[in-house]
């Protein structure tokens, strides 16, 4: 009952968001978004209490087919719901913080719609549900980043990013008709086949290593293009750069997190032997990854863009850990998952504050800003850190289970890997440098510092960045039972 | 029975209602009437030739069976038939005299519709798609005085009477074939020993045959006529033409080959393959080139019936299984997703005077619920999940894959990934480009067409949403 309410409230909301307008339906958006933290955080009490048995919900949805609507929470799906429930409400809040938006209440109806999207996601425990929510997801976002952008090139920029995401997806159902025709027994009607995940983890035990082998490209094609990792990115800096800035939020700090959470739960364990065949390339085009998203994050000029590369070359790390297979790099994945999404919505969230008081994200046209914004300043830097992974932050905690997970899977991988956090301090001090310190620019004398409300989305996140830095033993203990079991079906 | 008999009186009634001097009671007329048909044929659901009397006479039903299939599918032609029907308000306001004839001509073709699902006999299916066919070239070139819908209306004539003319060529080789013209007595002629030296003339009719249907439902490489004609036709019939003769079609082809000639599959069951490849292929890739948003609905109307030959590809044994039930699906969801987009296409191209991707730029900012529906029509057309399209490219894939033709899923799945892209195109023009100058009034629409088209939503959202109401039905 408790999954279904966190699954579908964020519709129910959204539906109503049509008939309110202006304060009103600001209030609904915000108001709902709480709700369904509080109720998140009252699941995962629950959950800490009384363990998952109470979360699963399995209805019939397509009997003849064998397809039921099955969702359940473990500690794994825990971990990304609170991470989707604590960010859309400063989500949210930044889209208040534009005024120029037209036709504000259909852009927080597509926000809370995303939100119910991307919970399905994280909690549906049937491969065909987990498809529906998959695409669910994806039409809201493609709006939200198209319909509000300012930039002369949205079109052609959330065509590619449409195009690419539905065509990796096309792929994954591809290979899961594939799984589920192996199914069952097999004969005539298609009621007697199902998509139950655990159905799938047996149907994919069954197969043999060739076969594994290109059912793994189906279904990891998808995921592939969604984290993304190097070569299927290109869609992603241009995509995060020209957004406005909630639903570049919403793509990278929460739906980059469906394909990693993809990997865990519907492709390690679903082919093993396919996944330890291409292990090492995965391995290769994820460091690949980390390297030249870093390289191109020194370059850039534009904040937004340059927080997109780096948030390419960390999503290339939490990759590598995931495909390390050790349960060190799992555990390490998801700590980094949260830390991330709490991040890279930080480093947005000033980006953003900068735009729209300078009007510019050039790092050339900025410049000596840290004078008249202590508030910022130290935001910004807090942000920055955690990302730079420092210790005390959760990217430390984070970026060091997972370089911890790549090294025991090889050595030179580790060391080559490591690089990444070097690479993002002289990039992220960069642009830090650029922007609020060095010589005076054109707006030092006028900007002004972050207001109340402004503060007020920063705290949970600053909070969040130390909660995760000193006690990730909240969240390692939530998820290790789920890991543990995730490694046990891939045979390690 | 009952529908196809009401359907032709109260056609004909509705040609005497053309005396009157007002035409507004017209449209209501049809609409009660097709509504009542409507009820009528689901009271038939699971009641197989029950009616007592006439229609139960062997003389009728060894002509026209009356069952779930048949319901089924004279179901879905009855319901687009009745969800059209809103959108034919402008000719009532523009005062059109010949009116209770487009009408009569609709409700007639209905029944040759009907009858295609319910034939049991192979003169049957020839008289219901000339009913249907005849119908539909008047109607093509019921714009008198536009160049194009003549053209449209010679163009479906001449190239359909010569489809005509090689189906019937082939029923009567069968027939000479197996000497019978009942479906099950035809496949009970082609299982005879007996008339095994009779093969080639068997095997050259069932071409024909696939040739002479393949035409209508345009299937490559017998399509050429689609895009002209789908173009010159006015909106509205086109509309229909797009949709009851592709579902009748369907129904029949299927039936066809699934109850009469499952002995001959090595004939047909390749030629059905190469077909569903080259009208996957020639529809997507012809819809991607288009401007017109009118042509890219001709060309994917063809790609759609790619897809609906994938499912006769999987239709083996009978008629209630994966195939039939992805068929029903795949009809229903395509039926409704057309009238909606069919339906918004006229509206703006009736007040804009385009029917290009341009002309429904800005639609989102003018009118959000029409800009809403022809989005939600262009998904579910492209097959993207929370609307009906997806689960009928859904059901018809894993039929077909289950008899394990994976590699021809495949390339319907990458056909699809095509189909994305130009399904995508109003979308865009729609919500991200501004309306062009000069030309950017908000759509007049009537409260009755809104509501028409909010229905259409729904129906293609609750298909995705709840799939398992109607999936399972055959």
Known sequence: MLTAFLVFFPLAAALLLHFAKGAAARALALGASFLELAVAVFAAIAYARNGPSGFDLNLSWIPSAGINFHLGIDGLSLCLVLLTATLVPIILATAFRHEEYENPGAFYALVLFMQTGLLGVFTSLDAFVFYFFWEVALIPIYFLAGAWSRSERRIPITFKFFLYTIIGSLFMLAGFVYLYLQTGPGAGSLAAHSSDIQAFYAAGKQLGASEQSWVFWLIFAAFAVKMPIFPFHTWQPDTYTESPAPATMLLSGIMLKMGIYGCLRWLLPVVPLGVSQWQQLVMVLAIIGIIYGAIIAIRQRDMKRLIAYSSLSHVGLMIAGVFSLKAIGLQGAVVQMLAHGVNVVGMFLVADAIERRTGTRDLADLGGLTRRTPLLSVCFLVMLLSTVALPLTGGFVGEFLLLAGVYEFNMWAGAVAGLTIIFSAVYLLRMYQRAMLGPDSAYSDTITDLNGKELFMFVPLIALVFWLGLFPGTFLHLSEPAISQILTLVGR | ?474
């Open chain 2, 1 to 474: 029975m009952l529908p196809i008999v009401l359907l032709s009186v109260f056609g004909i009634v509705n040609l005497f209602l053309g005396f009157l001097r007002s035409n507004r009671v017209l449209l209501p007329f049809a609409l009660v009437v097709l509504a009542l048909v409507f009820g009528l044929n689901l009271l038939d659901w699971n009641h197989a030739g029950s009616l007592p009397g006439l229609f139960d006479s062997p003389y009728v039903a060894q002509m026209l069976t009356v069952n779930n299939y048949s319901v089924a599918f004279s179901g879905i032609v009855l319901l687009t038939a009745l969800v059209l029907l809103p959108f034919s308000r402008s000719y009532v306001a523009a005062g059109e005299p010949n009116l209770a004839e487009y009408y009569s001509l609709l409700l007639f073709s209905l029944v040759g519709a009907i009858m295609m699902v319910s034939y049991n006999h192979l003169i049957m299916l020839f008289v219901g798609i000339e009913i249907l066919s005849i119908s539909m070239y008047c109607l093509a070139g019921s714009d008198k005085r536009n160049v194009r819908s003549n053209e449209a209306a010679l163009k479906y004539f001449l190239q359909g009477a010569f489809a005509t003319g090689i189906l019937l060529f082939g029923i009567a080789l069968v027939y000479g074939a197996t000497g019978s013209f009942q479906l099950d007595g035809l496949a009970a002629g082609i299982a005879n020993p007996a008339n095994a030296s009779l093969q080639p003339m068997l095997y050259v009719g069932v071409l024909m045959m696939v040739i002479g249907i393949g035409f209508k439902v345009s299937a490559a490489p017998f399509h050429f006529w689609t895009p002209d004609v789908y173009e010159g036709t006015p909106t509205f019939f086109t509309a229909f033409m797009s949709t009851v003769v592709k579902t009748a079609g369907f129904a029949a082809f299927l039936k066809l080959l699934v109850v009469a000639l499952p002995g001959t599959s090595a004939v047909w069951l390749p030629t059905i393959i190469a077909m569903c490849v080259l009208t996957l292929l020639l529809g997507n890739v012809g819809a991607a080139v288009q401007t017109s948003a009118k042509r890219m609905l001709a060309y994917s109307s063809v790609s759609h019936a790619g897809y609906l030959l994938l499912g006769l590809v999987a239709g083996r044994g009978q008629l209630s299984g994966p195939a039939a039930q992805g068929i029903f699906f795949y009809s229903l969801a395509y039926s409704i997703a057309t009238v909606a987009a069919f339906g918004v296409l006229k509206l703006v191209s009736a007040q804009r005077q385009r029917e290009d991707y341009a002309g429904l730029a800005g639609l989102a900012r003018t009118n959000p619920l029409l800009a809403f529906v022809m989005t939600v029509a262009m998904l579910s057309l492209g097959g993207i999940p929370l609307t009906g399209g997806f689960f009928g490219k859904f059901f018809i894939f894993t039929a077909v894959a289950g008899q394990g033709y994976i590699w021809l899923v495949v390339f319907a799945v990458l056909m699809s990934m095509v189909g994305i892209y130009y399904y995508l195109r109003p979308v865009i023009a729609m919500y991200l480009r501004p309306a062009e100058p000069g030309n950017d009034a908000p759509i007049v629409v009537d409260g009755f067409q809104s509501a028409t088209l909010v229905l259409l939503a729904v129906l293609t959202l609750v298909l995705g949403i709840l799939p398992g109401f109607l999936s399972g039905l055959l």
